[in-house]
């Protein structure tokens, strides 16, 4: 649990103050690196985590990922530019990787699997803190104390998760031995490296038949086939082939990648809105994106204890799938002109939508996967939601860039975009000194990138919506129960799932 409030506290308090962090350092066109460089390396390093769990312990998989995790959150406090940002939160993502699949791995061999819906839903009890303090704690040290504190103040709660979990979590020594599968690792990062640059680069900074666009998919297209090709070989495969024999769980997979683009890529650009177009501050800006994520949280809670009752394997996804899509379509109605309190509260439907997705893809997952490749099969899920973050965050926050400049240079010239969106100068706060026109102006132009990434939203929901209706659905294997005790006085042996 204390994992999971690590990695969802950073997220939450780190998207409210971007839009801070890149106009204090500079470079407004970098904006989605600063998210795509932790995504992108904690979706590499979320499988081998998973792995090495399974192979080598999950406890000290799990401390290790912590440590790493902290010592990139204070390199990020410490940064000058954004090229030191970018980097730094490479690193933090190498170390986040592992916070999220370790605590689920253990959740899903220690718990039965008839318990895990409501096991799951108890994450529920740690996670309205980071969702809702999260925003609001970003916000207040942004405006009262500096935006390197919010970096910082990661620092305790690592502490205090590693010294719980080091006296605090027995496991059963269980180590199955064998070798990580460096190759198949080292292909898979290169694939999510080169669709992240393409999905980042293409019609924007090179058109789509240029050479570096092109030779960006063929890297791609090599390193995927080769990855598929090592992993049916591999002795111990990062991302076992067999659990993909499973109908449901190759959905579940796709699904967890659809929805982490549409989240992800709304979380991310939403706060800008509230900024720059509402006059927000940071503190206020987190509190008006309050109910996507209550919306989020009341799913996951609800949508866990319901499908541990069964009969709603394909209903969850099916309808979540729809509440997402009219979320995000709900969400094009926002403006320049909007009333603060119906900007914020049309934000509920999508954290709606999106919770019953990602509660639903989890529990498939797990109920699919036999509890030896549970690490890798919740490494796999978590993956692929990352790969979809990352990927979204790019190629939508390509289209939020592209029609915001396009529409700064249409209205105040080349010059002016150049000097607004690179230069350092657009801040909400310098946005607030600027006369009236071209105020105006920039207001438009975000509310027309972020309506781009809303559009794409949309499109990747309404795929989700139509994959959803193919789920069979998967009753949860039924837990081995106690041999009968032959001697009534004796107190018989706990026994494990």
Known sequence: ?????????????????????????????????????????????????????????????????????????????????????????????????????????????????QERGRVQSMVGVMLPVAFVGGPLLGGFITDALDWRWVFYVNVPFGVLALVAVGKGVRLPKERAGGRIDYPGTALLTSA???????????????DWGSPQIVALGVVAAVALAAFVRVERHAAEPVIPPRLFRSRDFALAQTLSFLVGAVLISVVNYLPQYMQFVQGSSSTVSGLQILPLMLGMLAAQLTVGRLMDRGGLDRVVPITGGAVTVAGAVLLLLLGTDTPVFAASALTLVLGTGVGM???????????????????????????????????????????HIGRMTGELRDKLGARSAQRLTSGGELTPESLDRMPARPRGVVQEAFTSGLHGVLVGAALLSAAAFLLAWFVRGTPPPKSPAPAPDPEPTQIPAPTTD
């Open 357 to 399: 997705l990602m509660q639903s893809t989890l529990l498939t997952t797990m109920n699919t996967a036999p509890p030896r490749d549970m690490g890798a099969a919740t490494g796999t899920v978590t993956l692929l939601r990352t790969i979809g973050g990352s990927l979204g965050v790019a190629a939508l926050g390509a289209v």
């Open 1 to 113: 649990m204390l994992g999971i409030f690590l990695a969802t506290l950073d997220g939450q308090i780190v998207s409210i103050a971007l839009p801070t962090i890149v106009g204090d350092l500079g470079g407004l066109e970098h904006f989605s690196w600063s998210v795509t460089s932790y995504m992108l390396t904690m979706a590499a390093a979320t499988p081998i985590w998973g792995k090495l769990g399974d192979l080598k312990g999950r406890k000290g998989a799990y401390l290790w990922s912590v440590v790493l995790f902290l010592a990139g959150t204070v390199l990020c406090g410490l940064a000058q530019d954004m090229g030191q940002l970018i980097a730094f939160r490479a690193v933090q993502g190498l170390g986040a990787g592992g916070l999220m699949v370790g605590a689920l791995s253990v959740i899903g061999v220690l718990v039965p699997a």
């Open 192 to 206: 999510i490296l080169a669709l992240t640059l393409l999905a980042s680069w293409a019609g924007t900074r090179y």
